[in-house]
């Protein structure tokens, strides 16, 4: 059941302390694994103090006393979790942060703020694609598939779309120009080339 699995913590309630339930999993998960007896904020020291005596008489590789809603504690544990667990395989080559490329980071901020500013009036049937990267201009075409659709996404005014764009820009480099375009194509999302074309 456990196989793989480099550490296991054993999450108690501090307050409600250590049960039948608790014993039975730590027994269970077997030697090595770790308490984790959380809300010692609310339990108060001298509760704490009992609990982490109970907790003596069950083999644990290690005991932390912590408060999530504070932080008490936490540093103390995760960097112990991190000299645990082993080092592990390097997926991408150093310097790289995502698998993605910048152009489609971008598409999809700007969809995801598109849904943020527009909410429940905006179709989630919406595709945004980079359709030009000339630094520091970047175009984006935003796709409908209606033409009644249009005016959702780009406001009164242009007043989404606005906002909508001070929002990416926040979230790039200095200096980038955020250009955006709406354009419709009807049920994109049942058409291969369509699809194709916006890289689904």
């Known amino acids: 059941m456990l196989g793989g699995v480099d550490v296991v913590c054993l999450l108690v ?16 998960v077997g030697k090595g694994s770790v308490l984790v007896l959380n809300k010692c904020d609310r339990a108060g020291a001298q509760r704490v103090a009992e609990q982490l005596t109970v907790a003596s008489g069950i083999d644990f590789a290690e005991y932390f006393p912590i408060s ?4 008490d504690g936490v ?13 592990g395989p390097r997926w991408y080559p150093e310097g790289i942060v995502s698998d993605q490329s910048a152009e489609f980071r ?25 359709t030009e990267w000339e630094w520091p201009r ?7 598939e209606r033409e009644s659709q249009k005016p959702m996404v780009i ?27 709406v ?9 291969p080339r369509s699809l194709d074309r916006l890289g689904y």
């Not at 309630?13 to 269970?28: M, S, T, V, Y």
């Not at 540093?75 to 080092?87: G, N, S």
């Not at 970047?138 to 409908?144: A, L």
């Open 13 to 28: 309630d501090a307050a409600k302390g250590i049960g039948p339930g608790d014993r039975f999993l730590a027994e269970l």
């Open 106 to 130: 971008v598409a999809e901020l700007v969809r995801e703020q598109l849904l943020a500013v527009a909410r429940d009036e905006l179709p989630h049937s919406i595709a945004t694609r980079v």
């Open 68 to 71: 999530a809603r504070t932080g």
């Open 138 to 144: 970047i175009r984006v075409e935003i796709t409908v």
């Open 155 to 181: 406001g009164a005014k242009g007043a989404v779309l606005k906002e909508v764009g001070t929002r990416v820009r926040r979230q790039l480099p200095a200096g980038a120009f955020l250009e955006l375009h």
């Open 183 to 191: 354009s419709v194509d009807k049920d994109w999302q049942r058409n």
């Open 75 to 87: 540093d103390a544990l995760v960097e112990y979790l991190l000299d645990r667990l082993p080092e």
